[in-house]
């Protein structure tokens, strides 16, 4: 009897020590730190806005109020890149390709160059593509977001904007159909960017891009349509 009950003990303490390096384990799981890499032009980089009030900074900040734990974003954006120019950047950058989030917006200023919208899907494909990479593979770590629609902007006001309106349209499609076809999530933010026609406090001082306070709505959605859904803890 006096050896059961020693062997009983011993598995009792190897049980007890096991159940804290799990628990140990998932703790430590729940400290680490994510990464986000944001990839973009103006809008990424958060044009004539303070840096806190960039759309990847504000989306950080929301999901850490969420209890996520995400690292300052890894920005890979300037204000008027093109497709091409985006892919060049990012070829000169020594990235990861573990981050835990991704997002892709690019697109504007191809359209504003006027430049063939089946140029810019074969770019774009490529472009979500490396993003997918990036992600380590998981398409379901990837966003991306359409294009807003500048033609609503004081800048815009003297140009034909329901032209703008129907070429931002068409590049969109283009985004959504290749986005959907490798299984990643589409965020339609261009709607948003509409809303703010002739109301000051949308707009950055340039008068061209938006300010801090659309930044935050394009977060609004991008939380409630991904985030909030998709993103485990």
């Known amino acids: 009897m006096r050896h059961f009950n020693v062997l009983w003990f011993l ?11 799990e628990s140990d384990q998932k703790l430590q799981e729940q400290i680490k730190s994510k990464s986000y890499l944001a990839l973009g032009d103006s809008y990424t980089i958060g044009e004539s806005v303070p840096v806190s009030d960039r759309f990847p900074v504000i989306l950080v900040n929301d999901l ?4 996520y734990n995400f690292q300052e974003p890894k920005i890979v954006a300037k204000t008027g890149w093109t497709t091409d120019e985006l892919k060049a950047a990012i070829l000169k ?28 899907r074969l770019e774009f494909a490529d472009l979500l593509q490396m993003a997918i990479g990036f992600a380590n593979d998981q398409p ?12 609503v902007s004081p800048f815009g006001s003297g140009r034909d904007q329901e032209k703008i ?10 985004k959504k159909e290749e986005t959907l076809k490798r299984n990643v999530t ?3 933010i261009t709607g948003i960017s509409r809303s703010g026609l002739g109301i000051p406090d949308y707009f950055a001082k340039d008068g061209l891009h938006f300010s ?5 709505l394009w977060v609004n959605e991008i939380m409630s349509q ?3 859904l998709k993103t485990s803890k």
């Open 11 to 21: 598995l009792v303490l190897v049980s007890m020590s096991c159940s804290s390096q």
């Open 93 to 120: 950058e020594n990235l990861s390709e573990n981050y835990d989030l991704v997002t892709l917006l690019i697109g504007v200023n191809n359209q504003y160059r006027g430049r063939d919208v089946e140029n810019f």
């Open 64 to 67: 850490n109020g969420k209890g």
């Open 186 to 188: 589409f965020v339609d």
């Open 226 to 228: 991904y985030v909030d």
């Open 165 to 174: 309106a129907k070429e931002i349209d068409l590049y969109n499609k283009v």
């Open 212 to 216: 801090g306070k659309m930044h935050q």
């Open 140 to 151: 379901e770590k990837v966003v991306v977001v359409s294009i807003p629609d500048w033609g």
